[in-house]
């Protein structure tokens, strides 16, 4: 496998801190592949952009704000949360706190939850809100879980294990081969696609 020495890509803006949106592109789905690919191999990325525009003002001028669900109640480390609302905030995402103990629903509104390393274990009918809410939206609902490895929370555990197939152990999965790591990142792994009704002609591939 050949080193990366450069790559050249084609973003729309960026700003002082080298951030870039690729907005206004065709086809903007494997610049950060790229841009991995190279970093990893020790090489230089270099993009051309439209504008250079300070990083507040590419929040103000997006068209569209995702709002994100924090979810507290379960005596989440202070810092865990305010880290994680501070780079929401910054990226133009509307963050709502909400307590998941209590009354209040999920709205439709909301694109993604976040469980931020929760101490506590999720109560059966606090699963169940989660649940109801991924299953009766589109499928631009999404589902973010820190796990607070110190903490013991089956029912957390059993719910993405069941629902996801994503057993929360304390271990670490690395590939060592990269001719099976995705832009060369050793977390970044493919696995085989098993023979199924569902996979067809694709089983056996990468």
Avoid at 100 to 129: F, H, M, Q, R
Avoid at 146 to 163: S, T
């Amino acid at each position: 496998c050949f080193p990366v020495n450069a790559v050249f890509l084609r973003a729309s803006w960026a700003d002082e801190y080298g951030n870039c949106t690729a907005h206004r592109e065709i086809g903007p789905t494997d610049l950060t592949a790229m841009a991995q690919a190279c970093r990893n191999s020790g090489g230089k990325v270099i993009v051309q952009v439209e504008k250079i525009v300070a990083s507040n003002l590419v929040n103000i001028s997006s068209e569209y704000t995702p709002v994100v669900a924090l979810l507290t109640g379960h005596d989440e480390a202070s810092y865990s949360l305010q880290g994680v609302q501070s780079v929401l905030s910054a990226n133009n995402y509307e963050v709502r706190e909400i307590d998941i103990t209590g009354s209040e629903e999920l709205g439709d509104d909301i694109n993604t939850v976040v469980i931020a390393a929760p101490s506590k274990d999720y109560t059966d009918d606090e699963i169940k809100k989660i649940r109801e809410w991924m299953n009766n939206g589109n499928l631009g609902r999404n589902l973010a879980v820190f796990v607070n490895y110190q903490a013991d929370c089956p029912n957390l555990y059993e719910y993405l294990n069941v629902d996801f197939g994503i057993e929360v152990t304390n271990n670490i999965i690395i590939e060592t081969d990269v001719n099976r790591q995705y832009a060369y990142n050793q977390y970044y792994l493919y696995g085989d696609i098993a023979d199924t009704d569902y996979t067809g002609n694709s089983a056996g591939d990468k």
